[in-house]
């Protein structure tokens, strides 16, 4: 059998990583944006059998950067405007990389008790900074697409439970029917999470929304006046296009009245909370039953970070705690984290999220929540008066959308938009994509990175006339 410990130093490959990662970052700081490789260029890089016997670590190491490298998009970068993507920190990466170092596995206390413990201070500043009720309990997940799934887990034990039905033990066979109301302007991932609960992604009563997507509280309280049992109704901080959160403060009484558990879809407008000059956005929000965010969008983790927030915590745990005879319980003062999340083992995302708030602090999420929004209406701003183009909406929040070829028809507008959005992400200066909005295309800016400054935003509206212009001039 070979002996694979002594093939080379089995830690060089660590130092390795940490040097070769902290020049790209360097790198991607001053370039802002780079072209990559296609998918087909990097498969062709890495195609090939299964390798018969191994190798050091560090030539698989540098190996992989240089095959890799051209292929990775430039999502840290600070001209990247493309879906809702953060800056991944340097300080959460650090954190992050010490997790893999340590190799714990959040799944119990006593496999990692510090991991545990981190954890436990970091859900609790967190509910403080987005100013949610203490005694919620806190999973940390992936991401908002597993938070909303966690959360809607909850949502359906204690829903059914006060109908008399236990969904953990009996399932949903012979269950009372669990009504879903949800706003026309839901995020995709939502619908994932009714799909994986049995509640069914077409099951639902569709709440209609205004023009930007908010839902209006009139039809929202005949759609909780249509049926009198077990409902849950699913509501949005941040819509994907337009940036803007439900009105908390009408939806989560006329919810409370009819029994109806109420959660919101966070993924990232509600960091709009953490700011004072900007939780007007969100006022009402506390009063909702659960929540699902992220934290490598607006907390800038690294990847996958995201957390469900449940105000019945006996409820939250119902869902999701996991027991077995060789897993140690935790005391009434300790916390697994297991009990919280679907998955058993885990990686230990507590690190990079204490390090990302002891990192920024309150003021310091507050001061980058208001750059990026102000950098994304000073963009608007901008580009509303290239000729030409027409602004879907303002800029609100941090999202907003603009569309090509104003007075034309809608199929040539819809041409033109999209073939100024390939034309942006050619010329590389800046990162941007495109997306629906009722029915049509529209190029989708997203301003959600610590490292976006007001001078990126300026050169990114160039960039945009720039891209604009090399369109008309080949019409
Ligand atoms: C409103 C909203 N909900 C849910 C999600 C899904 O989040 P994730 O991709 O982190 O799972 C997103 C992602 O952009 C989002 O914007």
Same mark, same amino acid.
């Given at each position: ?18 040097? $070769? ?173 009714? &799909? ?59 919810? &409370? ?25 969100? !006022? ?74 002891? $990192? ?16 994304? $209406? ?49 010329? !590389? ?47």
């Amino acid at each position: 059998m070979p002996d694979i410990e002594t093939a080379g130093d089995a830690l060089a490959p660590l130092a390795i990583a940490a040097a $070769q990662g902290e020049a790209y970052r360097r790198r991607i700081a001053a370039a802002a944006t780079t072209p990559v490789d296609t998918y087909g260029e990097v498969l062709a890089r890495f195609a090939g059998p299964l390798p018969e016997q191994g190798s050091d670590g560090e030539s698989i190491i540098r190996e992989l950067i240089d095959k890799a490298e051209s292929g990775i998009r430039a999502t840290t970068g600070p001209r990247f405007f493309g879906w809702v993507i953060g800056n991944s920190h340097p300080t959460g990466v650090a954190a992050d990389w010490l997790t893999s170092a340590w190799g714990q596995n959040a799944a119990n206390v006593v496999a990692a008790p510090a991991a545990s413990a981190v954890e436990a201070v970091a859900c609790e500043w967190l509910l403080d900074l987005l100013g949610l009720p203490a005694e919620a309990s806190v999973g940390v997940v992936s991401g908002a697409t597993v938070a909303n799934f966690v959360c809607l887990a909850a949502a359906r034990s204690e829903v059914l439970r006060r109908a008399g039905w236990d969904v953990e033990s009996d399932g949903l066979f012979g269950a009372p029917e669990v009504r879903v109301l949800i706003g026309a302007n839901a995020h995709a991932t939502v619908f994932s999470g009714l &799909k994986y609960l049995g509640l069914g992604a077409k099951r639902v009563r569709t709440v209609a929304t205004d023009d930007l997507g908010r839902i209006l509280p009139a039809d929202f309280a005949l759609a909780l006046s249509e049926y009198a049992g077990p409902t849950i109704a699913i509501a949005q901080s941040g819509q994907i296009c337009t940036g803007v959160s439900d009105p908390f403060l009408e939806l989560a009484p006329l919810a &409370k009245a009819a029994g109806a558990w109420l959660h919101v879809d966070g993924a990232f407008g509600m960091w709009a909370n953490a700011s004072p000059a900007l939780k007007h956005l969100t !006022a009402g929000i506390e009063q909702a039953d659960s929540w699902g965010t992220d934290g490598h969008k607006w907390l800038q983790t690294p990847y996958d970070c995201g957390f469900a927030i449940v105000r019945d915590a006996e409820a939250h745990r119902r869902a999701m705690a996991v027991s077995a005879s060789y897993l140690p319980p935790a005391s009434d003062l300790e916390r697994d984290p297991s009990t919280y999340v679907p998955e058993l083992s885990r990686r230990a995302r507590g690190f990079s999220v204490w390090a990302m708030l002891k $990192q920024l602090g309150r003021t310091g999420v507050a001061a980058m929540v208001e750059q990026d929004v102000a950098v994304a $209406q000073q963009m608007a701003a901008g580009i509303a008066v290239i000729p030409g183009v027409e602004l879907i909406c303002p800029a609100e929040l941090n999202q907003f959308m603009i569309r090509f070829g104003a007075g034309l028809s809608a199929e040539e507008g819809d041409h033109l938009t999209l073939a100024t959005v390939a034309q942006v992400q050619e010329d !590389a200066v800046a990162f941007i994509g495109a997306s629906q909005w009722r029915g049509r295309w529209v190029m989708r800016i997203s301003v959600c990175s610590i490292a976006t400054t007001p001078e990126d935003g300026a050169i990114t509206v160039e960039a945009v006339r720039a891209a604009w212009e090399t369109v008309q001039a080949c019409r």
